[in-house]
């Protein structure tokens, strides 16, 4: 059985740069959802669309931003692994903003941005797998 492929949701409203960083990650092997609004992101995890990761931009077009998606998905989703970028915005601000998310300087190399997004995933699947195990046991009371 072939191994299931990590999914990215990739919201950047910059066309050029959402197709460079969408093929470097299907080039590494991930399945790219790529949108280019904060609404589209948003609903596509209101319609339980399945992805692994999200990757976006903070500064985007339209009514909601980066921030704002940022922080609905990590409300909706607080186990979702999150890498924020900018070319305006320092790690010191993503950090105040959202705990947990990761953040990575405009320009960036794709190949840092993959290996940023391998080991969250991976960590985000040991985290859940040992909540799974750590989780009590049910016990059927009717067979006793």
């Not at 960083?21 to 209101?46: C, H, K, P, Q």
């Not at 840092?112 to 040991?126: G, N």
Request: proline share 4%.
């Amino acid at each position: 059985m072939a191994a299931l492929k990590n999914t990215v949701l990739l919201v950047e409203d910059e066309p050029m740069l959402s197709d460079m960083t969408r093929y470097a990650f299907m080039d590494a092997g991930f399945n790219v959802i790529a949108v280019g609004s904060a609404e589209e992101a948003l609903g596509l995890a209101f319609c339980d669309v399945e992805f692994d990761l999200m990757f976006t931009d903070i500064n985007l077009d339209g009514p909601m931003t980066g921030w704002e998606l940022t922080e609905s998905m990590h409300d909706m989703r607080p186990d979702l692994p999150i890498i924020a970028t900018s070319g305006s915005a320092s790690r010191e601000e993503i950090a105040a903003r959202v705990d947990g998310t990761s953040f990575v300087s405009k320009p960036y190399m794709s190949a840092d941005v993959i290996a940023m997004a391998s080991r969250m995933i991976e960590e985000a699947r040991a985290a859940q797998a040992k909540s799974r195990r750590s989780a009590p046991k049910l016990v059927n009371r009717l067979s006793a």
